[in-house]
């Protein structure tokens, strides 16, 4: 008799997954597991710099391996390796005026001119810092860099606390749902990730979004 593996029956499945789980139990082989964290100040709505802006700062005690940049900026998300991976993450977040209001009230400083093609980016860079340090000591911008940052002290600020290797844990030893079976067959798609995004509401409300898939696959939400 033939075993059709293009299309396998749910008996075939079950044996699958029942000998995976068994591999992944007894630590025969470790599997990767990735862990991705970002965070929605929008809610779910997306940017508008006519709505106010939500200011989010927190822990740094982890590292980024996919970024240099702070997972903290909007549109940012962090890879955290799991050998680093930290017992909780602290986050403070507040809502503050608009991009709109914000670039009215808070002038930014003028740009510098762009890098001529005869300049090193160690000579372009010197001078770049030579024109904004100049201006950050003129009274009129150490005005506005002191008003901003005390408007910024003055919101209302909320914490929440994460905690990443509790939702790892949460899903170990699991085999991620609605998967192509047919890839169970392949080690190199066992690895798995872990994608949380902390959604920050309008209300300042904080909601988790889980999503669990195979590192290349079909995502299951949660």
Request: zero cysteines; proline letters at 5%.
């Given at each position: 008799m033939k075993l059709n593996l293009s299309k396998p029956t749910e008996s075939f499945r079950?044996?699958?997954?029942?000998?995976?789980?068994?591999?992944v139990a007894s630590s025969a082989f470790a599997l990767d597991r990735k862990f991705y964290l970002e965070i929605d100040p929008s809610g779910g709505q997306g940017?508008?710099?006519?709505?106010?802006?939500?200011?989010?700062?927190?822990?740094?005690?982890?590292?980024c391996s996919n970024t240099s940049l702070s997972m903290f900026y909007y549109g940012e998300h962090c890879q955290i390796k799991k050998e680093s991976l930290p017992e909780s993450i602290n986050i403070e977040y507040g809502q503050w005026i608009s991009v709109e209001a914000s670039e009215r009230l808070y002038p930014a400083m003028p740009g510098f001119r762009s890098k001529q093609p005869e300049e090193t980016e160690a000579a372009y860079k010197l001078k770049v810092d030579t024109h904004y340090n100049r201006l950050s000591n003129l009274p009129k911008y150490k005005k506005i860099i002191a008003d901003e940052e005390a408007s910024k002290a003055n919101i209302e600020w909320h914490t929440y606390t994460i905690y990443p290797q509790q939702l790892m844990n949460k899903y170990?030893?699991?085999?991620?749902?609605?998967?192509?079976?047919?890839?169970?067959?392949?080690?190199?798609?066992?690895?798995?990730?872990?994608?949380?995004?902390?959604?920050?509401?309008?209300?300042?409300?904080?909601?988790?979004?889980?999503?669990?898939?195979?590192?290349?696959?079909?995502?299951?939400w949660h």
């Open positions: 079950l044996i699958v997954i029942s000998l995976l789980l068994l591999i940017f508008d710099e006519n709505k106010p802006q939500v200011l989010i700062r927190g822990d740094n005690n982890f590292k170990k030893y699991k085999i991620p749902e609605d998967g192509d079976v047919s890839s169970y067959l392949n080690p190199f798609d066992w690895s798995t990730k872990l994608w949380v995004t902390i959604v920050i509401h309008p209300d300042m409300t904080i909601t988790l979004d889980e999503s669990y898939s195979f590192a290349s696959g079909t995502i299951s």
